[in-house]
């Protein structure tokens, strides 16, 4: 599932390319993924990208908003004469079609069709369920003593309490289990049992695998591509995640792979304790 650096990613894309383009008309080719009125797109110029968490905003210039989320296995690919690629779309995924002017058109494309997009009042954004709930983000409003405060109140796993977005925005599996190897700290661990050293490596590490993604343009494991229908990179980077069986970069030692609230947990029982 897309994390931080892929959504920002996009988000970084959107603005490019959609900042100061009239929406002239969207087409709804499954109206599960959609919420509200069309008519307050029609005319409507992009004036600002924003991210919360995982989740995105198009602002617009009459007041209203365009409020997005990919979830597992969404895309949105921007398209016009000038970029050349070989998408071929729409596919048979994708969604909606916003059809923009100067000919350009930006696509939502999304496999298991777990996202959404829906039309709502600018004033309106902060209320929506999702972003309301939404924790204090790395990059953004996470302060170390708010980070600090988190983890000596609670009682479940590190990786656990990292990954809880009402706790912290935007850090998910891949992220969370970087952040825990090149913090070296076990991700089984009780968040509140984090003595102030190892508190301040996971607050510094969180920071950086996170800057790492994005500066690798996020990481592609099944869906995830960039405005312009490209894969990051960051896979080729992972520290942990996705390696078991393989040695760690701290210390040599072997990748073991177990399972946390479920999730595929990655972590070298050598140097993490
Ligand atoms: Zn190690």
């Not at 008519?39 to 991210?51: N, P």
């Not at 198009?58 to 970029?83: C, P, R, V, W």
């Not at 508190?199 to 790492?212: D, G, I, N, P």
Request: aromatic share 10%.
């Amino acid at each position: 599932m897309p994390e931080l650096p892929e959504v920002e990613t996009i988000r970084r894309g959107l603005e490019k390319y959609l900042v100061g383009k009239k929406i002239t008309h969207i087409e709804i080719r499954d109206s599960k993924l959609f919420q509200g009125q069309t008519l307050h797109l029609k005319g409507a110029i992009v004036v600002d990208v924003r991210r919360f968490g995982k989740g995105l905003v198009f602002d617009l210039d009459n007041n209203y908003s365009i409020a997005a989320h990919i979830k597992m296995t969404g895309q949105f690919i921007y398209q016009e004469k000038n970029i050349i690629n070989n998408l071929n779309l729409p596919t048979k995924h994708t969604r909606l079609i916003f059809k923009l002017d100067k000919d350009a058109q930006l696509f939502f494309n999304d496999i298991r069709r777990f996202g959404w997009v829906k039309i709502i009042k600018t004033s309106e954004v902060n209320k929506l369920s999702f972003f309301k709930e939404l924790g204090p983000e790395p990059f953004k409003d996470l302060t170390y003593e708010y980070f600090q405060n988190m983890l000596k109140k609670s009682n479940s796993p590190t990786k656990a309490l990292l990954m809880d977005q009402k706790k912290i925005g935007g850090v998910g599996n891949i992220y969370a289990n970087d952040a825990l190897n090149l913090a070296k700290i076990d991700p089984r661990r009780k968040a509140a049992s984090l003595n102030m050293e190892m508190v301040k490596r996971l607050y510094h590490a969180v920071h950086e695998v996170l800057k790492r993604g994005l500066k690798f343009g996020g990481a592609t494991e099944t869906n995830y591509v960039n405005v312009l229908g490209q894969s990051g990179e960051y896979q080729n980077h992972f520290l942990v995640y996705g390696r078991e069986g393989e040695k760690c970069y701290n210390c040599g030692g072997t990748i073991k792979k177990i399972r946390i609230t479920g999730r595929g947990t990655y972590f070298c029982p050598k140097c993490q304790d």
